[in-house]
């Protein structure tokens, strides 16, 4: 009888074991998710699985695990090393996250993979639909405030990226000109933003003429309602005062968005008239159309 009774509960024994065994792994998977990295060997966005240390949040710790970067062989970050978590705050579904200068620093495709990784690796969570990027407090010029993980589609692990033709109109001996430029624009990237970049470096057709004064900067193009804002760097007063500068600029943008009104600004200063024309209203299409 005593053996039967202690055969009994070795079973019982046994099966607590198991079922507490199942309750681990089952709490093990609630716990495990995924980290976005690029694969070192096609330079495409893919995936890491990890477990997320028991008491830390999902939103702080997918970051903090993310920043650290990847623990697997033929995977790297394009976070840069050292980027530091200043803070982040979810409300609606819309989770703001804040990262220290070093990421300021990222540009093109190296800025498009990082925001990738960040927002894939965030809208995984039921509680994150859309992510916003912000830099020492501060949100970062020509870049979409808000993403979701549809701008960085990972079909085959890659951002979407795609080249569009771009009419950039710049000035001849008398009136204006314009030369097509193929332009590459990664996920986040804005068709007007790498227009007027691509219209300050200069024209590459040696018949035209720049619009700018060399090393002008595009300090920021904003799109409010149906109005470009384009701010330029104090370079663009020491060009002459030639009414055709703000036309060739206005023209590269009506081939992106005809509709759309143009002001202009130097160093964040609203520009309210230049070589005669009156700026108090923005410039329009058909107000210029001779």
């Known amino acids: ?27 093990e998977e609630k716990s495990r998710y995924d980290l976005c990295f690029l694969s070192t060997e096609s330079g495409e966005l893919t995936w890491e699985s990890t477990l997320l240390p028991e008491g830390w949040g999902e939103v702080d710790g997918l970051l903090t695990l993310l920043l650290a970067g990847p623990q697997t062989l033929g995977l790297s970050s394009p976070i840069p090393r050292g980027t530091v978590l200043r803070g982040w705050r979810l409300e609606d579904g819309l989770v703001t996250v804040d990262l220290s200068e070093l990421y300021g620093g990222l540009s093109e495709v190296d800025l498009s993979q990082a925001d990738g990784c960040i927002v894939m690796t965030l809208c995984q ?4 639909d859309r992510v916003c990027i912000t830099v020492e407090g501060r949100t970062r010029p020509f870049r ?10 990972l079909t085959s692990g ?9 009419t950039l109109w710049f000035l001849r001996e008398e009136g204006l000109d314009w030369e097509m430029r ?6 986040g990237d804005r068709a007007e933003v790498a ?11 040696g018949e035209l003429l720049p619009v700018c004064p060399e090393g002008t900067p ?3 193009v904003e799109r409010s309602g149906d109005c470009f804002t384009v701010d330029l760097g104090v370079q663009w007063l020491e060009g002459e005062e030639d009414a055709r500068r703000l036309r060739a600029i206005a023209e590269t943008l009506w081939a992106i968005g005809p509709e759309m009104g143009v002001t202009f600004r130097v160093e964040g200063l609203r520009l309210t008239s230049f070589a005669g024309l009156n700026l108090t209203e923005p410039l329009r299409m058909e107000e210029t159309e001779e």
């Open 1 to 27: 009888m005593r053996k039967r009774i202690l055969a009994c509960l070795l079973v019982l024994a046994l099966l607590c074991a198991a079922c507490g065994q199942s309750d681990c792994r089952r709490g």
């Open 125 to 128: 969570l039921e509680s994150v």
């Open 144 to 153: 979409d405030k808000v993403y979701s993980s549809a701008d960085f589609l």
């Open 158 to 166: 890659a951002p979407p990226a795609g080249e569009v033709e771009l």
């Open 182 to 187: 193929t332009v590459r624009l990664a996920a």
């Open 195 to 205: 227009a007027l970049q691509a219209l300050l470096e200069g024209p590459q057709n």
């Open 218 to 220: 595009l300090l920021s």
